[in-house]
């Protein structure tokens, strides 16, 4: 099963965060949009497998056959349930379904243009309650993943099929699983390549209504054209009336189904017309005589014919009015109900092909979206491309915010020759409209317009153009080159000329990210250093393509020079996180690809990546790192030395442990620092003395009692005692000196201080004792309701005592109350505009402090 490939969708609609369906199993619920035939289902048949569950259709869900309460419940088809009216207040009915289940996970799918954005996300964010709600688009296929859809079908040379698809132009029908099916039943049954989705779907269902099985095609059995025709009336029928199947049997349905199936002899059609046309794979069997269609979009296609066919009328039957098929298909405020817009837009491709291009361009102007989305552009005449065109934002200018359509690969139909120069008119602006948006989606996916090609480039090239119009217009252009790697070079070489930006910078991130584009280390050194100094903005990762491809292809070469070098000076960096985790990213990759030969050029490049070998090694780097040495004792022990000898003689012998801990984020082993006292024995002084200081100054700080044991026998047998004594003692440094001479000077300072205030307070006894000392009152205050010493919790009383004496601590208490029943001599006035200055009355926390003693005396 293929792993399928999503793009997240957010409040950003720019937002290019695109991951793969198995990333996103761990959130409590996501919705899933996607164009009809991408694969939805399919997709949730894994991940419901995955998980030990089925996968439930929305209707049968609301109507209690969901599965177990707190189950993982996989819910398939919101727009299929939405089938029957009442859409705007069915989204409430699943939320209510969610909440009563309480499901462990839940996921839910949807037709992307029948999703209604806000309204939607609101309701089932009730349901979700705190969990973050995740709308995910499930994108086109890949080419390898078009390669595993036709294995999987069984075609024997898939990489034949897909290039011949391409040269025929029908590259865009590889897109999704349900159009490569189709093709690939057109191509083995009539052995013609369509070329748009139209014919594509014509030629399929063609073929579905022959026989397959050779043992009956002798049999008796209807026509092609009458089992078509029967097709395209049955396909009707269900989808106008919401209907999920059509019943064959003439036994009553089956308990539960009403509504939900169609009794096939409520038709006109006869039982052996409606037998051969059941038994075609246009249609499945079900449970006994209950069949359904094989997929949604074929029947659209099927039922839109039918009516077609009533709209034109025959010789047979009179047509009937377009705006009674038209409203067969509308709600009752006029609009095309979303569930039906498919039959509507395919009505609009019949009716054209029909030769009724007047009633085609009508039934577009209706629904100008459906008609792109959900049918074939590529099929209009001009006049109605161009009208599709000008009318798709005619009602709403931000028609984008309300559906999903720039990943529609239906949208390539529109992109034909004679649609060039409306294009370029459009493109022309550099205004961020909807419009522009969907003209690029729909280059993309169509075939390359020759005159609007160089447009593109141009845009590219526009350092006044928004950057997601720059990178699209990029991106079209080279998916449509002949020469992908050489454009790409182009491209580069003409960005050379624009200054530095985070755009730029971007986009020629994306430029280099294929591998077949050589690249210089001088090149992304550049790139770098032009990131670092462009101005910083909201996003992060925007060189991701750079990384992944210096993760894929290590560069050793970057690390061959100091980044101080060739990156700018660091207070200048503005983009300095970033190419940080690049550059830790890419040296990871080095490390991580190096054969364990040359430890010597390992420590060189862990040094280079650094302004300072103080510096904590980056994560990945010194994960990488640590893998490295963990390969062998010897690799730990070549790093170790070569640390070691770049080491500064002039530096204490404690830095070379510091730098290894930088290094690798742990101290050095036991192991090392005995490997390295031995190598101090073979050395001669004063290399060999300086070694051994630095071995021992390592054990010391060995944790383990056990090493430093070891440590120390090795030592000990060398008889140095001078060694010995290093190890075993442990003097006062000057620093630590210095430090307590420095709080034995501060403590006697305190102390004259302390002693200096009692003797002021004995001079001023009496007026401390009467109140009228009012400035050392509020000293003494202060030590009272300790100010300034939240953490204390000492006594007031006692606080005083302690920093003064007895007779002061009684004097102070006093001279509290007695300022207590002392007016103020100011007004509340003057107090408040103290207050405002910032100042405040010497007599406010003697005051303050005779308050809170009485409030202590109950008695008082």
Same mark, same amino acid.
């Given at each position: 099963?293929?792993?399928?490939?999503?793009?997240?969708?957010?409040?950003?609609?720019?937002?290019?965060?695109?991951?793969?369906?198995?990333?996103?199993?761990?959130?409590?619920?996501?919705?899933?949009?996607?164009?009809?035939?991408?694969?939805?289902?399919?997709?949730?048949?894994?991940?419901?497998?995955?998980?030990?569950?089925?996968?439930?259709?929305?209707?049968?869900?609301?109507?209690?056959?969901?599965?177990?309460?707190?189950?993982?419940?996989?819910?398939?088809?919101?727009?299929?349930?939405?089938?029957?009216?009442?859409?705007?207040?069915?989204?409430?009915?699943?939320?209510?379904?969610?909440?009563?289940?309480?499901?462990?996970?839940?996921?839910?799918?949807?037709?992307?243009?029948?999703?209604?954005?806000?309204?939607?996300?609101?309701?089932?964010?009730?349901?979700?309650?705190?969990?973050?709600?995740?709308?995910?688009?499930?994108?086109?296929?890949?080419?390898?993943? $078009?390669?595993?859809?036709?294995? @999987?079908?069984?075609?024997?040379? %898939?990489?034949?099929?897909?290039?011949?698809?391409?040269?025929?132009?029908?590259?865009?029908?590889?897109?999704?699983?349900?159009?490569?099916?189709?093709?690939?039943?057109?191509?083995?049954?009539?052995?013609?390549?369509?070329?748009?989705?139209?014919?594509?779907?014509?030629?399929?269902?063609?073929?579905?209504?022959?026989?397959?099985?050779?043992?009956?095609?002798?049999?008796?059995?209807?026509?092609?054209?009458?089992?078509?025709?029967?097709?395209?009336?049955?396909?009707?029928?269900?989808?106008?009336?919401?209907?999920?199947?059509?019943?064959?049997?003439?036994?009553?349905?089956?308990?539960?189904?009403?509504?939900?199936?169609?009794?096939?002899?409520?038709?006109?059609?006869?039982?052996?017309?409606?037998?051969?046309?059941?038994?075609?794979?246009? &249609?499945?069997?079900?449970?006994?005589?209950?069949?359904?269609?094989?997929?949604?979009?074929?029947?659209?296609?099927?039922?839109?014919?039918?009516?077609?066919?009533?709209?034109?009328?025959?010789?047979?039957?009179?047509?009937?009015?377009?705006?009674?098929?038209?409203?067969?298909?509308?709600?009752?405020?006029?609009?095309?109900?979303?569930?039906?817009?498919?039959?509507?837009?395919?009505?609009? $491709?019949?009716?054209?092909?029909?030769?009724?291009?007047?009633?085609?361009?009508?039934?577009?102007?209706?629904?100008?979206?459906?008609?792109?989305?959900?049918?074939?552009?590529?099929?209009?005449?001009?006049?109605?491309?161009?009208?599709?065109?000008?009318?798709?934002?005619?009602?709403?200018?931000?028609?984008?915010?309300?559906?999903?359509?720039?990943?529609?690969?239906?949208?390539?139909?529109?992109?034909?020759?004679?649609?060039?120069?409306?294009?370029?008119?459009?493109?022309?602006?550099?205004?961020?409209?909807?419009?522009?948006? #969907?003209?690029?989606?729909?280059?993309?996916?169509?075939?390359?317009? $020759?005159?609007?090609?160089?447009?593109?480039?141009?845009?590219?090239?526009?350092?006044?153009?928004?950057?997601?119009?720059?990178?699209?217009?990029?991106?079209?252009?080279?998916?449509?080159?002949?020469?992908?790697?050489?454009?790409?070079?182009?491209?580069?070489?003409?960005?050379?000329?624009?200054? %530095?930006?985070?755009?730029?910078?971007?986009?020629?991130?994306?430029?280099?990210?294929?591998?077949?584009?050589?690249?210089?280390?001088?090149?992304?050194?550049? #790139?770098?250093?032009?990131?670092?100094?462009?101005?910083?903005?909201?996003?992060?990762?925007?060189?991701?393509?750079?990384?992944?491809?210096?993760?894929?292809?290590?560069?050793?070469?970057?690390?061959?020079?100091?980044?101080?070098?060739?990156?700018?000076?660091?207070?200048?960096?503005?983009?300095?996180?970033?190419?940080?985790?690049?550059?830790?990213?890419?040296?990871?990759?080095?490390?991580?690809?190096?054969?364990?030969?040359? $430890?010597?050029?390992?420590?060189?490049?862990?040094?280079?990546?650094?302004?300072?070998?103080?510096?904590?090694?980056?994560?990945? @780097?010194?994960?990488?790192?640590?893998?490295?040495?963990?390969?062998?004792?010897?690799?730990?022990?070549?790093?170790?030395?070569?640390?070691?000898?770049?080491?500064?003689?002039?530096?204490?012998?404690?830095?070379?442990?510091?730098?290894?801990?930088?290094?690798?984020?742990?101290?050095?082993?036991?192991?090392?620092?005995?490997?390295?006292?031995?190598?101090?024995?073979?050395?001669?002084? %004063?290399?060999?003395?300086?070694?051994?200081?630095?071995?021992?100054?390592?054990?010391?700080?060995?944790?383990?009692?056990?090493?430093?044991?070891?440590?120390?026998?090795?030592?000990?047998?060398?008889?140095?005692?001078?060694?010995?004594?290093?190890?075993?003692?442990?003097?006062?440094?000057?620093?630590?000196?210095?430090?307590?001479?420095?709080?034995?000077?501060?403590?006697?300072?305190?102390?004259?201080?302390?002693?200096?205030?009692?003797?002021?307070?004995?001079?001023?006894?009496?007026?401390?004792?009467?109140?009228?000392?009012?400035?050392?009152?509020?000293?003494?205050?202060?030590?009272?309701?300790?100010?300034?010493?939240?953490?204390?919790?000492?006594?007031?009383?006692?606080?005083?005592?302690?920093?003064?004496?007895?007779?002061?601590?009684?004097?102070?208490?006093?001279? &509290?109350?007695?300022?207590?029943?002392?007016?103020?001599?100011?007004?509340?006035?003057?107090?408040?505009?103290?207050?405002?200055?910032?100042?405040?009355?010497?007599?406010?926390?003697?005051?303050?402090?005779?308050?809170?003693?009485?409030?202590?005396?109950?008695?008082?």
């Amino acid at each position: 099963m293929i792993d399928r490939r999503i793009r997240i969708l957010g409040e950003n609609t720019k937002s290019d965060e695109i991951t793969r369906i198995s990333q996103v199993r761990d959130h409590v619920g996501y919705v899933l949009l996607g164009e009809p035939g991408i694969g939805k289902s399919t997709v949730f048949e894994a991940e419901a497998a995955h998980d030990g569950v089925g996968v439930v259709p929305v209707r049968a869900a609301v109507h209690g056959f969901a599965g177990a309460e707190g189950a993982p419940l996989y819910l398939d088809g919101l727009d299929e349930y939405r089938a029957d009216g009442g859409e705007r207040d069915k989204i409430y009915h699943v939320a209510k379904l969610l909440r009563e289940l309480k499901p462990s996970r839940w996921r839910l799918s949807c037709r992307a243009e029948d999703w209604r954005k806000d309204a939607d996300v609101s309701a089932l964010q009730l349901a979700s309650g705190s969990a973050t709600l995740l709308v995910a688009q499930l994108l086109p296929l890949l080419e390898e993943e $078009a390669l595993q859809v036709l294995a @999987s079908l069984g075609e024997t040379d %898939p990489e034949a099929f897909v290039a011949k698809a391409r040269q025929v132009g029908a590259g865009g029908l590889l897109e999704s699983p349900l159009s490569i099916k189709l093709l690939r039943a057109v191509v083995a049954g009539e052995g013609q390549w369509p070329t748009s989705r139209y014919n594509l779907f014509e030629q399929a269902t063609g073929q579905y209504s022959f026989e397959q099985n050779a043992l009956f095609q002798r049999g008796a059995r209807a026509s092609s054209q009458e089992i078509l025709k029967a097709a395209d009336r049955l396909s009707l029928l269900m989808l106008a009336t919401g209907a999920r199947g059509i019943w064959r049997s003439n036994a009553p349905t089956p308990s539960g189904a009403d509504g939900e199936l169609v009794p096939a002899n409520s038709t006109d059609l006869g039982s052996d017309l409606i037998d051969d046309t059941l038994d075609t794979p246009m &249609f499945t069997g079900g449970e006994g005589e209950r069949f359904e269609h094989m997929h949604r979009t074929v029947a659209e296609f099927l039922a839109s014919r039918a009516l077609a066919d009533a709209v034109c009328g025959d010789r047979d039957r009179a047509a009937i009015p377009l705006s009674r098929a038209i409203n067969l298909l509308s709600g009752p405020n006029g609009a095309v109900l979303s569930e039906l817009r498919g039959v509507h837009a395919w009505l609009a $491709a019949h009716l054209a092909v029909g030769g009724h291009a007047t009633l085609a361009r009508e039934v577009v102007d209706n629904d100008p979206i459906g008609a792109l989305a959900y049918g074939d552009a590529s099929i209009f005449d001009q006049a109605t491309r161009e009208a599709l065109l000008q009318g798709i934002d005619r009602n709403d200018p931000y028609f984008l915010g309300a559906v999903t359509l720039t990943e529609s690969t239906a949208l390539g139909g529109l992109a034909q020759p004679d649609m060039a120069a409306s294009f370029l008119t459009v493109l022309d602006t550099a205004a961020e409209t909807h419009k522009l948006a #969907l003209v690029l989606s729909v280059l993309e996916h169509g075939p390359r317009l $020759a005159d609007v090609s160089s447009k593109l480039r141009e845009i590219t090239l526009d350092a006044e153009r928004p950057e997601w119009q720059r990178t699209r217009a990029l991106d079209i252009w080279l998916k449509q080159s002949a020469d992908r790697a050489a454009s790409r070079l182009e491209i580069l070489d003409a960005m050379s000329h624009e200054l %530095p930006s985070v755009i730029r910078e971007t986009i020629r991130a994306r430029l280099i990210s294929d591998q077949e584009v050589s690249i210089s280390v001088a090149q992304i050194k550049e #790139l770098l250093r032009d990131f670092a100094v462009s101005e910083c903005d909201s996003r992060i990762m925007r060189l991701q393509p750079l990384r992944k491809r210096l993760i894929t292809e290590p560069t050793a070469g970057l690390f061959d020079e100091p980044v101080r070098i060739w990156l700018p000076e660091e207070n200048a960096r503005r983009q300095s996180l970033e190419v940080t985790r690049i550059l830790d990213a890419a040296l990871a990759a080095v490390i991580n690809a190096d054969d364990g030969t040359d $430890a010597e050029r390992v420590w060189r490049w862990t040094l280079n990546v650094r302004d300072d070998s103080w510096e904590q090694l980056e994560e990945k @780097s010194a994960a990488a790192i640590n893998r490295w040495i963990a390969v062998s004792a010897d690799r730990q022990r070549r790093l170790f030395d070569a640390v070691i000898d770049s080491s500064n003689p002039a530096e204490r012998d404690w830095v070379p442990g510091w730098t290894w801990a930088a290094l690798t984020g742990s101290a050095p082993s036991a192991d090392l620092v005995i490997g390295l006292f031995e190598r101090s024995q073979d050395v001669g002084a %004063p290399d060999g003395t300086r070694l051994a200081r630095i071995a021992v100054t390592l054990a010391k700080g060995l944790e383990v009692p056990a090493d430093y044991f070891r440590a120390y026998d090795r030592v000990a047998a060398s008889g140095d005692h001078t060694l010995i004594e290093m190890l075993t003692t442990n003097p006062l440094d000057e620093d630590r000196r210095r430090q307590q001479r420095s709080l034995l000077k501060r403590e006697r300072r305190r102390s004259d201080a302390q002693q200096e205030f009692v003797n002021e307070v004995n001079r001023n006894f009496e007026g401390v004792s009467s109140g009228t000392a009012v400035p050392i009152l509020d000293d003494l205050s202060r030590i009272f309701l300790q100010v300034g010493r939240h953490d204390s919790e000492v006594d007031g009383l006692v606080a005083l005592v302690s920093e003064t004496n007895p007779d002061i601590a009684a004097a102070a208490l006093a001279g &509290f109350d007695a300022i207590l029943r002392t007016e103020v001599p100011v007004s509340p006035r003057e107090l408040g505009a103290r207050e405002a200055k910032g100042h405040r009355l010497h007599e406010e926390l003697p005051i303050l402090a005779a308050v809170m003693r009485r409030m202590g005396k109950p008695e008082e």
